[in-house]
T-cell receptor, first 116, second 114 residues
Framework: AQTVTQSQPEMSVQEAETVTLSCTYDTSESNYYLFWYKQPPSRQMILVIRQEAYKQQNATENRFSVNFQKAAKSFSLKISDSQLGDTAMYFCAFMKKAGGYNKLIFGAGTRLAVHP | AAGVIQSPRHLIKEKRETATLKCYPIPRHDTVYWYQQGPGQDPQFLISFYEKMQSDKGSIPDRFSAQQFSDYHSELNMSSLELGDSALYFC?????????????FGPGTRLTVL
């Protein structure tokens, strides 16, 4: 069975600074996907960034980037130039690739507060 | 662009009542997932459907049932509701063969059981 661990229940950062959210996972699968989802107070689940395990290059999406360490089973999210609108709960999620219609397995989440 | 539609957005029920949650996937999406997110918790997978057939099942109580219809919309039926069923229920949809198997989430249905 796969598990996802987010060891930081809460984080805070000043506006315009950089923050890194940690995520580790456990799996015996060789190929899979990893995602970071943002859940603002509206509770909508918003995809922030995604990574396929076979791709060595770390994914980036504007101010968001990941540090994917496959051997260490680590998938951290870096938010640069933090903005007040980044305040939200962030979930790391795992999905195995085989089968084609697999479920997402989420970590417990990290609550991020961006302060002015 | 069209998004996943869930109805109702809010639902209040009494213990032991029944509830039906509906999900309308993005057009041409053939796979639907249901997740339950309790207060302060991460979303937990309940059940999924591909081409109107159940494709996977998670920790869904026997009191719950679901199906996907010919137009690909899905309904989650919940009976003998308990206080612990109070949660945000997400539906997500996906198109087979899409990149990253990306699931698109609906806004959720907030169920409150009194």
């Amino acid at each position: 069975a796969q598990t996802v661990t987010q060891s930081q229940p809460e984080m805070s950062v000043q506006e315009a600074e950089t923050v890194t959210l940690s995520c580790t996972y456990d799996t015996s699968e060789s190929n899979y996907y990893l995602f970071w989802y943002k859940q603002p107070p509206s509770r909508q689940m918003i995809l922030v960034i995604r990574q396929e395990a076979y791709k060595q290059q770390n994914a980036t999406e504007n101010r968001f980037s990941v540090n994917f360490q496959k051997a260490a089973k680590s998938f951290s999210l870096k938010i640069s130039d933090s903005q007040l609108g980044d305040t939200a709960m962030y979930f790391c999620a795992f999905m195995k690739k085989a089968g084609g219609y697999n479920k997402l397995i989420f970590g417990a989440g990290t609550r991020l507060a961006v302060h002015p | 662009a069209a998004g996943v539609i869930q109805s109702p957005r809010h639902l209040i029920k009494e213990k032991r009542e029944t509830a039906t949650l509906k999900c309308y996937p993005i057009p041409r999406h053939d796979t639907v997932y249901w997740y339950q997110q309790g207060p302060g918790q991460d979303p937990q997978f309940l059940i999924s459907f591909y081409e109107k057939m159940q494709s996977d099942k998670g920790s869904i109580p026997d009191r719950f049932s679901a199906q996907q219809f010919s137009d690909y919309h899905s309904e989650l039926n919940m009976s003998s509701l308990e206080l612990g069923d109070s949660a945000l229920y997400f539906c997500a949809s996906k198109r087979a063969g899409s990149s990253y198997n990306e699931q698109f989430f609906g806004p959720g249905t907030r169920l409150t059981v009194l």
